[in-house]
C-alpha cells in the first residue's frame, strides 16, 4: 500500500505546485461538466454517430480545426506564463524547471498541435470542395490521421499533471535529452506523442496528395487548380519526404531512452549532433509544411477580395515547387554553431538565401494581384494584408540569420525568437486566421461578425508587433532564449516589460475571437447563397454549409477561376445546376479509427512510462484492427438516392 | 487522371502476393543486416558496406513490390521518383558530409 501511495505521489501524478494542483481541479472538472452535458441533453448518440465515427472530410476538417483553437489556448497560456515571468527581473512566478516544462510544451504545441492540425483542417474543409471531388481519396485513413493527431495532444497535455512534462526544448537535443541528463518520464511524453501524431500526418499527406492527383472534377488540369490546392499538394510532397526522418530519429531516441541503446551517446560510440542534423533534416521542411497552405490561403483570399484573377498564376507555382526543393537542402541553418567546417556552412547558408527569392516572387506577385484592384476589407482580407509587411519583417531577418559568420551573433538570443514568431505568426497564425473567416460561411452556413473579427484582428496587430519587435533588439543586447530569469542591471527590463504587454494584448485578442465565435453562432449572418463573398474556385459552387455529398451534380471545370467566369456568362450557372442528378456513392461511417487510435494512446502511455506489457497490449490491438481491416472488412459504401438529393438541394433553395 | 471516383473502394483484385512476398523479402534483409552486425565479426567497413548493399536490394524491394513501380503511370511517377532520389542522396550524402568531413 506504501509502495503504491509512494508511486502515485512520486511517479505518476505530478505534485508540489499549486498551479498543478489548479489544473488537476480543472480537468476534473471539465471533464465532470462535459460527461454531465452530453448525459444531460442525451447527447452520446449523436457525438458517437455524428462526430466520432465520421470519415467525412468537411466534419473531420472541423474537429481538426476545434482541436487547434483549443490547443492554440493552451500554448497561448504557456506563452503568457513565460511572458509574466519575464515582464520583471528577479520574478518568482515560476521555477527553472517549470520554465524550462512550459516553453518546451509551447514550442511543441505551438507547432505540431495547432499549427499543423490547423493546416490539415483547413485542407479537409477547403480542398476536395476546391476540386469537386466527394471526398478525400482515402476517408477511413483520413478519419484515423484525425483521431491519431487527437490522442497524442491528448498524451502530450496527460504529461503536465500525470508523470512530468518534457522540459529539453522542443528540439529536444541530444545529449540533454537522453537519459543521464534528463531522467524521468517527461521526454517520453515527448517521442511517443510526436510519434504518433507523426504517424497521422505522414497518412494525411499521402491522401491528400492521391485526392489531388486522382479525383479533380472533369476538365480540371494541373494548371487549373486553385492556389490553395496547389500548396496543398507541394506540402503533401514535402510531408511525403520529410516526416519518414522524424519518424527515424523519434524512434532512436524512444530505443536510447526506453532500452538502453546509444544512437545519441557519444560514451558508448553513439554521436549526440546526429539527432540535431536528423531532427532538422525534418524540422526545416517542417517550416514549409506550415507556410505553404497559410500562402495558398493568402492567394486565394487576396484575389477574391480584390476581384482579381491571382497575378503571375503559373510563376506561384513553380515558385512553390521550387522551395519544396530547397527546403530539404537548407537544414544545417538551425546548427551552423555546432562545428561544421566553412564549406559545410557556406552552402547551407546560400543555399539558405536563395529561398528568399521564390518567396519574394510570390510577394511581388501578391502586391501585383492587389495593384489597381477595387479592394474589400473584409476580415478574412485584413488578416492576408497584414500578412505581408509583418511576414517581410521576419523574412529579412531570416536572411539575416543565413550568414553563417553574423549567426554566432544571433544564435540562441532573442533576435531569433523575433525571427521566427514574424514568420510563423504572421505567416502561419494570420494565415489560418484568414482562412477561418473565409470558409466559415462553408463549414457552419454563417458568417463571422465582422465588427468583432476587427476587433480582434487590431487587438493581435498591435499586441504581435508590440511583443515581438522589441525582442529582436533585446536580442542584440544579449539575452538569451530558454533564461527563465535575469538580473535588473543587465539593462533587458523595459524591452521585456514591453513585450509581456503586447503578448497580453494578443490573449484579449484571442478571447474576443472566442467570443465572436459564440456570437456569430447566434447573431451571424446566414449564407444562403453559398457564395457569400462573390468567390472564384468550385467551393462557393454548392450550398453553405456543403451537403454530405458535396456537389450534386459536377460541371466542366477547366480553366482557371472557372467558377467566376460561369458567374459572367448568362445562364452558365443555371445549366450547370439543371444537369441531371444521379445516385451518389458514399464511404460509410465507422467506429474503428476512433478505437484504433485510442489503443495507439494506449500502447504510447504503455512506453512513457516503460511499462512494456500495456505497450503490446496496445501494439496487438492496432495489429488485431489492421488485420480486420484487411480481411475482414468490404467497405461497399451506401448510395444517396436521386430523390434524397434533390431534397436536399431543393431545401438549400438549388433546384 | 480526371475520372471523379465517389469513394474509394478496398476490392483487391486477387491475392495480393507481390505485397506478401515483398514483406518477407523486407523482413529477411532487415534481419540479415542485424545478423551481418551482430554475429559476425568483422571489421567496420566491411559491415557497412555489406549493410548499405543490402539496404539498396531494400530500396528495390519496396519500390518493385509496394510502391506501384512497374504499373508505369508516366510523369507523375517519374517525377515522383526523382525527386525522392534527389531528398535521400541530399539527407545521407549530406548528413555524412556534415557529420564527417565538416568538422575539419
Redesign the interface.
Known amino acids: 500500500m506504501d509502495q503504491l501511495m509512494h508511486f502515485l505521489t512520486h511517479k505518476f501524478f505530478v505534485t508540489g505546485e499549486p498551479m498543478i494542483y489548479g489544473a488537476d481541479v480543472a480537468i476534473a472538472v471539465a471533464t465532470i461538466g462535459i460527461l454531465f452535458v452530453l448525459t444531460y441533453f442525451k447527447k452520446w448518440k449523436w457525438l458517437w454517430r455524428e462526430w466520432l465515427t465520421t470519415v467525412d472530410h468537411k466534419k473531420i476538417g472541423i474537429m481538426y480545426i476545434i482541436a487547434a483553437i483549443l490547443m492554440l489556448f493552451r500554448g497561448g497560456i504557456d506563452g503568457l506564463l513565460m511572458r509574466s515571468q519575464l515582464s520583471f527581473p528577479g520574478l518568482k512566478l515560476l521555477d527553472a524547471q517549470h520554465y524550462n516544462e512550459i516553453f518546451t510544451t509551447h514550442g511543441t504545441i505551438m507547432i505540431l498541435f495547432m499549427a499543423m492540425p490547423f493546416i490539415i483542417g483547413m485542407i479537409n474543409v477547403a480542398m476536395p470542395l476546391q476540386i ?4 478525400v ?3 477511413y485513413l483520413n478519419a484515423i490521421s484525425f483521431w491519431l493527431f487527437f490522442w497524442a495532444a491528448m498524451l502530450l497535455n496527460l504529461s503536465f499533471v500525470i508523470g512530468g512534462s518534457p522540459d529539453a526544448g522542443w528540439t529536444s537535443y541530444t545529449p540533454l535529452a537522453e537519459n543521464g541528463l534528463d531522467p524521468g518520464l517527461g521526454e517520453n511524453f515527448y517521442l511517443l506523442s510526436l510519434q504518433i501524431t507523426g504517424i497521422g500526418t505522414l497518412a494525411s499527406g499521402v491522401n491528400f496528395a492521391v485526392t489531388i ?8 488540369k494541373l494548371m487549373h487548380m486553385p492556389m490553395f490546392t496547389w500548396s496543398t499538394l507541394i506540402t503533401s ?1 514535402i510531408i511525403v ?1 520529410a516526416f519518414p ?1 522524424l519518424t527515424v530519429a523519434l524512434a532512436m531516441l524512444t530505443i536510447d531512452r526506453i532500452f538502453g541503446a546509444h544512437f545519441f551517446t557519444s560514451t558508448a560510440g553513439g ?1 549526440p ?2 539527432w540535431a ?2 531532427f532538422w ?1 525534418w524540422g526545416h521542411p517542417e517550416v514549409y509544411i506550415v507556410i505553404l497552405p497559410a500562402f495558398g490561403i493568402f492567394s486565394e483570399v487576396m484575389s477574391t477580395f480584390s476581384g482579381k484573377r491571382l497575378f503571375g498564376y503559373s510563376m506561384m507555382v513553380w515558385s512553390m515547387v521550387l522551395i519544396s ?1 530547397l527546403s ?2 537548407v ?2 541553418h538551425h546548427f551552423f554553431t555546432m ?3 566553412p ?3 557556406s552552402f547551407f547558408g546560400v543555399s539558405t538565401m536563395l529561398i528568399a527569392i521564390p518567396t519574394g516572387v510570390k510577394l511581388f506577385n501578391w502586391l501585383f494581384t492587389l495593384r489597381h484592384s477595387k479592394i474589400r476589407f473584409t476580415v478574412a482580407h485584413m488578416w492576408a494584408l497584414a500578412f505581408i509587411p509583418n511576414f517581410v519583417i521576419g523574412g529579412l531577418t531570416g536572411v539575416m540569420l543565413a550568414v553563417a559568420p553574423a549567426d554566432y551573433q544571433y544564435h540562441n538570443s532573442y533576435f531569433l525568437i523575433a525571427h521566427f514568431h514574424y514568420v510563423l505568426i504572421a505567416g502561419t497564425v494570420f494565415g489560418m486566421f484568414a482562412g477561418l473567416h473565409y470558409w466559415w460561411p462553408k463549414m457552419f452556413g454563417h458568417i463571422l461578425d465582422e465588427k468583432l473579427g476587427k476587433i480582434a484582428f487590431w487587438l493581435w496587430m498591435v499586441g504581435f508587433n508590440v511583443c515581438f519587435f522589441p525582442m529582436y533588439f533585446v536580442g542584440l543586447q544579449g539575452m538569451t532564449r530558454r533564461m527563465y530569469t535575469y538580473p535588473a542591471n543587465a539593462g533587458w527590463t523595459s524591452l521585456n516589460f514591453i513585450e509581456t504587454i503586447g503578448a497580453f494584448l494578443m490573449g484579449i485578442g484571442f478571447i474576443v475571437m472566442v467570443w465572436m465565435i459564440i456570437y456569430s453562432a447566434r447573431h451571424g449572418e446566414r449564407d444562403v447563397t453559398g457564395d457569400p463573398w462573390d468567390g472564384r474556385t468550385m467551393e462557393w459552387m454548392t450550398s453553405s454549409p456543403a451537403p454530405e455529398y458535396n456537389f450534386a451534380t ?1 460541371p466542366d471545370m477547366s480553366g482557371i477561376d472557372r467558377f467566376w467566369y460561369m458567374k459572367q456568362e448568362k445562364g452558365a450557372v443555371e445549366k450547370w445546376r439543371k444537369q441531371k442528378i444521379e445516385e ?4 460509410d461511417n465507422s467506429g474503428r479509427p476512433f478505437i484504433m487510435c485510442v489503443l495507439f494512446f494506449i500502447a504510447g502511455f504503455g512506453l512513457c512510462f516503460e511499462w512494456i506489457w500495456l505497450a503490446i497490449v496496445g501494439l496487438a490491438g492496432i495489429l488485431l484492427f489492421m488485420v480486420l481491416r484487411s480481411l475482414f ?3 461497399e ?1 451506401h448510395h444517396i438516392p436521386v430523390d434524397v438529393i434533390e431534397r436536399t438541394e431543393r431545401e438549400a433553395g438549388r433546384l | ?10 476490392s483487391h483484385h486477387g491475392f495480393p502476393w507481390s505485397h506478401v512476398i515483398g514483406f518477407i523479402l523486407s523482413l529477411v534483409l532487415t534481419v540479415a543486416a542485424l545478423w551481418i552486425a551482430l554475429s559476425l565479426n568483422l571489421s567496420a567497413t566491411s559491415t557497412m558496406v555489406l549493410i548499405i548493399i543490402l539496404a539498396i536490394f531494400q530500396v528495390f524491394v519496396q519500390l518493385l513490390m509496394f510502391m506501384h513501380l512497374r504499373e508505369q503511370e508516366g510523369a ?1 511517377q517519374i517525377t ?1 521518383i526523382s ?2 532520389f ?2 535521400a542522396i ?2 545521407v550524402a ?2 555524412i ?3 564527417e ?4
Do not use: C
Open positions: 469537386g471531388a466527394r471526398d481519396a482515402f476517408p492527383l486522382k479525383m479533380r472534377a472533369p476538365g480540371m510532397v519526404f526522418v554521436d549532433m546526429m542534423n536528423l533534416v526543393a530539404f537542402i537544414w544545417v562545428g561544421a567546417g564549406a559545410v556552412n459536377l451518389i456513392h458514399m464511404p472488412d468490404p467497405d459504401g | 487522371m480526371e475520372k471523379n471516383q465517389t469513394a474509394h473502394s478496398n507523375f515522383a525527386f525522392g534527389f531528398v541530399a539527407v549530406g548528413s558530409w556534415i557529420m568531413y565538416g568538422l575539419y
